[in-house]
């Protein structure tokens, strides 16, 4: 199941901000083991440990969205819902962080000294 968040970042923007996300959920869930390896500029792989058990996934960047899909072993599945919240959290608020970043940019870029 490919669960989708979209945004109205540029690309760069958009990859910066998942970085952003997957580190502070690296902080925050440490015991996780949460990982996240790029294998091109739209498409990374990521994964974590719940309970001794490794789950797996991919993120890709799209025009206007980060779609991540877990594979997630039966027995698992109740912890997708969970996983798949927390990424989702995590990336909506750098991609907000993201825009506020851009706005201030724009704002300064008009400003004399």
Do not use: N
């Amino acid at each position: 199941m490919k669960h989708t968040i979209e945004h109205d970042l540029s690309d760069g923007e958009a990859k910066v901000a998942t970085e952003r996300a997957i580190a502070q959920y690296r902080e925050r869930y440490a015991e996780y083991e949460p990982f996240l390896v790029w294998r091109d500029e739209k498409r990374a792989e990521l994964g974590f440990s719940v309970k001794g058990v490794k789950l797996k996934g991919s993120m890709e960047l799209r025009p206007g969205a980060v779609d991540v899909d877990l594979d997630v072993p039966f027995l698992m599945r109740p912890f997708k819902g969970i996983a798949i919240a927390a990424i989702d959290k995590e990336v909506r608020h750098f991609i907000e962080e993201a825009k506020k970043e851009r706005a201030e940019r724009g704002q300064g870029a008009g400003k004399t000294a």
